[in-house]
Structures are given as C-alpha cells and as structure tokens.
Nanobody, 122 residues
Framework: VQLQASGGGLVEAGGSLRLSCAAS????????TGWFRQTPGLEREFVGG???????HYADSMKGRFTISRDNAKNVVYLQMNILRPEDTAVYSC?????????????????WGQGTQVTVSS
C-alpha cells in the first residue's frame, strides 16, 4: 500500500490550495481517510477525515475553511483549503484507517503517505 499527498506550495494568507491523496494497493471507499499536519517541534495535528461511508469530520479550527472530498472513480481524496492563515503552514499528510469511523488520533491509522509542504505567507 502506498499513499501519496500532493498539491502543497506557497500561498498568501487568504488564499486557497487543494491537496490530493492518491493510493495504490488500497481502495479509499473501503477505508476512512484522515488528513493530518505537522510543524517542527509539534505533535501531528488532526485536520479532518472522511469515513468509508462519506461522513466528514473536521478539527474545530478548520471547520468552514477546509473541505474533504473523495473521488471513488479516481481513488483520490482531496483536501480543499480556503482562507488560509500563516498558522496553517505545515507538512500535510494523508492516512488510511480500516474502520467505519474517523479517528482523531494519528496512532489509529494503518497507512501513511509522505506529506506535502504548505506554506502560507502573511
């Protein structure tokens, strides 16, 4: 199983980015997919997730700004990030969990992809 996050980059505050998470060896519609982010010196932080039945859950600070969607035909999960703030700067990673539920805990996830850097300038 391999997961790969992409789509990161440099954006000004208030801007938008869409991250993608592609998988091989795993079908996203059969897994819960989570997005996490991490900055140096800090623990990995839950961003949001989508369950296998399409239920989405977000961290409070992302609600209303971030949206997770899934394209089953392409086997890709997206993280649309709007109204970005400098404090959103981090490495964003996707992960898959063999469960019906979205877990907020990174240690619950079975598979992880390499992250993509998001930098928001002020």
């Amino acid at each position: 199983v391999q997961l790969q996050a992409s789509g990161g980059g440099l954006v000004e505050a208030g801007g938008s980015l869409r991250l993608s998470c592609a998988a091989s060896g795993l079908t996203f519609s059969r897994y819960t997919t989570g997005w996490f982010r991490q900055t140096p010196g800090l623990e990995r932080e839950f961003v949001g997730g989508v369950s296998r039945n399409g239920y989405t859950h977000y961290a409070d600070s992302m609600k209303g700004r971030f949206t997770i969607s899934r394209d089953n035909a392409k086997n890709v999960v997206y993280l649309q990030m709007n109204i970005l703030r400098p404090e959103d700067t981090a490495v964003y990673s996707c992960a898959a969990l063999n469960s019906f539920y979205v877990s907020l805990q990174a240690y619950d996830y079975d598979y992880w992809g390499q992250g993509t850097q998001v930098t928001v300038s002020s």
